[in-house]
């Protein structure tokens, strides 16, 4: 198992795109942790909404669909973190297409920017939503291997962006020679994840549901569609871990990898996990006509076992009490009137 | 309703330093909270150095004065940022913690909010207060500012956005301040051919509107958004030849407008080369060249007529020139 401290200087500069986001500012986050001091962090969105904002990091607010921004962007960099999109749960991917599509700009003008700075490696991360959804219409039967996304049947905004900008990654390698990695991301959750707004996921949003819901002493929560359909989840922390490893690993040049855990829940399940933590149960209201996205999706993790030696661990419940613990304080605080997002900003 | 008190942000500035010294000789408590010093020496002792962005320096600067009204015009105003919006956190982030401390400062009943024009593209009349279109990231960060108000309801104070258009007057800075100066020197030219009908307003009228702002009932005031101009708009060749009279430098020149353009062209090639500043662009000539009329009927009706003609306006603009450049 080979890191980023294995092998690159702690002053090099690190560029991770999409930043403000979860997964991006995690990301930050984890380099900082670990000593270096040359991270450049870029998303659209304005300082004030970003998840977190890590001091000692260069924040730049800048759109990355636009080609000059890109360049600017990775001028001088070592390794490029793509992981900059317009996404969200299933409630704005089936709702939102063209956002989703037009993300490929985003990797079009970045992989292009990076190879030409000359930038090492470059990691895209993509997406479980690049497998073939027909393969995915079974709640038990749904182990979805590398090769499952051809041929292709993606999900159509999302999973095709991913799909395509995969197979960029994987020509920048063969025709120019950058290294590209290129992890498929099952469900991922932890704290500073979304969880109000629209754009949050199922773990989160149930989280939400039921302690707002415990707070109003309300007996009920909704689900979206009938509870059965099924998927795995993965902690933020063995995400973090995972991007490291891949993106070090050379044998995994150009190759997508499945990054996710293979522990296969039923959304129904999820619900009785995230009740037990908050120690009351509610009448479970099914709200058939909500989007759902597909039936049955799990992580075979069978390719990352036999090349890293490691698979995402973190048992569901152990990861969720975490997560819920991080929401219900979140939710409080909001109830109080403190800005939850800027209060993060202002705390560092 | 009393106003004995009253905060302005950015009273360094130019629309700024102009409502300090109003509000000065209204009588009333002033302080200026603003990273820079005054640009009018004798303001120096309203002046707090305060940063926008720091939050609780900013909470704590507006609680301790207890004000009964807020003229928030901080901001960063120059285009030069044409990559990371963060270069303009003072009008995003600096919003917010306005509004932090109009929560935490229950004495101010009133606010007046500084946008600007470049909420939408030069030209464009937008079709309602949500109509945004900018093309520059000073503009977006403009946008962002007016939706951070426009979310922070549970404010208690009467609020007001103001766009400021082309304001001119003493204490101005680039661009309107050497566009007089170019006129001074001999070297502004007309481009040929041209009428462009633009927005123009003296700062004593848009002090003398934004302060009516304030004492206007609220239902005609309380979340809406006006333009700052005189309420007639002026050609651009009218308006430069009056200043060339009232200055006393030499008629303007006209050139054809091809010319002109491609003047502008071998300007951007400098500017590409690294000259910050050439005295033209295609920016500024597009800027020249493009008619900006907003409708002023709203403001008109809640202001009424205004204290200054243009002649007035420039003679005292010209008249600051002379004391200010001695």
């Known amino acids: 198992m080979q890191l980023a401290i294995d092998i690159i200087p702690k002053d090099s500069l690190i560029v991770i795109a999409g930043a403000g986001g979860f997964i991006g500012g995690s990301l930050a986050r984890y380099f900082h942790n670990q000593g270096y001091t040359n991270i450049r962090a870029v998303d659209r969105k304005p300082l004030t909404y970003w998840f977190q904002r890590i001091p000692g990091v260069e924040c730049i607010c800048a759109d990355l669909s636009e080609k000059e921004n890109a360049i600017r962007a990775v001028e001088g960099a070592v390794e490029v973190y793509n992981l900059a999109a317009d996404m969200g749960g299933m409630g704005f991917i089936e709702k939102y297409r063209i956002e989703c599509l037009r993300s490929i700009l985003i990797n079009t003008h970045l992989i292009e920017a990076a190879y030409r700075a000359g930038v090492d490696r470059y990691y895209f991360a993509s997406s479980a939503c690049v497998y073939n959804s027909q393969l995915q219409v079974d709640p038990t039967l749904c182990s979805l291997k590398e090769s499952d996304a051809y041929p292709a049947m993606a999900e159509r905004g999302y999973g095709w962006e991913k799909l395509v900008s995969e197979m960029f990654c994987q020509e920048y390698w063969v025709e120019r020679g950058l290294k590209t990695f290129i992890p498929r991301f099952h469900n991922v959750y932890g704290p500073h994840g979304t969880w109000f707004g629209g754009r949050e996921k199922a773990p989160a949003a149930l989280c939400r549901k039921i302690i707002e819901a415990k707070d109003e002493h309300k007996s009920e929560i909704e689900i979206w569609g009938d509870g059965n359909q099924t998927r795995s989840f993965m902690y933020i922390k063995d995400c973090l871990l995972g991007i490291d490893q891949i993106m070090h690993c050379d044998q995994l040049i150009a190759t997508p990898i499945n990054l996710g855990t293979c522990e296969l829940v039923s959304i129904n399940q999820l619900v009785d996990y995230i009740e037990e933590i908050a120690g009351s149960q509610f009448k479970r209201i099914y709200k058939l006509d909500a989007p759902r996205g597909v039936v049955g999706r799990n992580s075979d993790n069978t390719f990352i076992k036999q090349v890293l030696g490691w698979e995402p661990n973190t048992p569901l419940m152990e990861g969720l009490k975490t997560t819920y613990e991080w929401i219900e304080q979140q939710y409080h605080d909001m109830k109080m009137g403190k800005p939850v997002l800027q209060d993060l900003i202002q705390g560092l | ?326």
Request: some cysteine; aromatic content about 12%; charged content about 20%.
């Open chain 2, 1 to 326: 309703m009393s106003q004995q008190r009253v905060i302005i942000t950015g009273g360094s500035g130019f629309i700024g330093t102009n409502l300090v010294e109003d509000r000065v000789a209204q009588g009333l408590e002033v302080l200026n909270l603003d990273i820079q010093a005054p640009r009018n020496r004798t303001h120096q002792t309203f002046w707090q150095k305060v940063d926008i962005l720091d939050r609780s320096a900013v909470i704590q600067a507006v609680s301790d004065f207890k004000p009964q009204v807020l003229l928030h015009f901080a901001a960063r105003t120059d285009l030069d940022e044409h990559y990371n919006l963060a270069g303009y956190s003072a009008n995003i982030e600096g919003v917010c913690n306005v509004i932090e401390a109009i929560r935490a400062t229950p004495s101010i009943g009133r606010v007046i909010f500084a946008s600007s024009q470049l909420v939408c593209r030069l030209g464009y009349v937008p079709k309602d207060d949500y109509d945004y279109n900018p093309t520059t990231l000073y503009g977006q960060s403009k946008v962002l500012g007016e939706r951070i108000i426009r979310a922070a309801d549970d404010i208690n104070a009467i609020w007001t956005i103001v766009r400021p258009t082309s304001i001119w007057g003493p204490w101005f800075s680039i661009p309107y301040k050497n566009f007089f100066e170019t006129i001074a020197k001999n070297i502004y030219i007309h481009p040929g051919n041209i009428k462009t009908l633009k927005q123009w307003g003296y700062i004593g009228n848009a002090i003398y509107q934004v302060d009516k702002l304030i004492n206007a009932p609220l239902e005609y005031v309380h979340k809406q958004l006006f333009y700052l101009a005189d309420y007639q708009p002026i050609d651009l060749r009218v308006f430069a030849d009056q200043v060339q009279k009232s200055i006393g430098s030499k008629p303007i020149r006209t050139i054809p407008n091809g010319l002109l353009k491609m003047l502008a062209f071998i300007g951007d090639i400098f500017q590409k080369l690294g000259w910050k500043n050439p005295p033209l662009t295609s920016f500024r000539y597009s800027n020249i060249t493009t008619p900006e009329v907003q409708d002023l009927e709203p403001l008109h009706k809640v202001v009424g007529a205004l204290p200054f003609n243009t002649a007035q306006g420039i003679d005292r603009t010209v008249q600051w020139f002379k004391e200010y450049n001695k």
